[in-house]
């Protein structure tokens, strides 16, 4: 996505979004990312350097706390909001059943965002994906030459 000019804008979250944000630093791109705390600190914790160096490889840190503010359930959904309100389209590559991706696709829904999901497998990680593709509430995306083209 970053390569095709597009930024990436994630959490700090374990798994896709910590590597989207190294993948888009290692190839020169700038990332966003979206804290739910404030911004003197990571959420999780041990991404503090990945933390600091997304705005040192020209990249962006936005919170809507002030510092000090740790990570809860009420920043973690509103936080998930702003994400969705920040990007022009949702991609989701895994949910496994986990709130924090849940909300940021139904804010997408709602903000009338492009959600896009890549197909279900035997990987219990990608099987939040099912349910939104059987419902209709998401495209499908194969590959990411399927995303690129629909944003």
């Not at 700038?30 to 404030?38: F, I, N, R, T, Y």
């Not at 990945?50 to 809507?64: C, D, E, H, K, Q």
């Not at 986990?98 to 219990?124: F, G, K, M, Q, W």
Request: with cysteine.
């Amino acid at each position: 996505m970053a390569e095709a000019g597009h930024t990436v804008t994630a959490t700090l979250a374990y798994g896709v979004d910590s590597a989207a944000h190294r993948a888009a630093a290692q190839r020169g791109h700038a990332s966003l990312a979206v804290l739910p705390c404030g911004m003197d600190r990571a959420h999780p914790h041990d991404h503090a350097q990945l933390l600091s160096s997304i705005p040192a490889s020209g990249g962006a840190v936005v919170s809507l706390y002030r510092p000090g503010t740790a990570a809860s359930g009420a920043t973690l959904k509103a936080s998930s909001r702003l994400m969705a309100t920040l990007a022009h389209a949702v991609v989701l590559i895994e949910v496994l059943d986990h709130v924090e991706a849940t909300r940021t696709a139904e804010s997408a829904i709602a903000l009338n965002r492009p959600l896009l999901a890549a197909p279900p497998d035997d990987d219990v990680r990608s099987s939040g994906n099912a349910p939104l593709l059987a419902e209709q509430l998401a495209v499908l995306v194969p590959d990411p030459a399927a995303a690129l083209e629909l944003l």
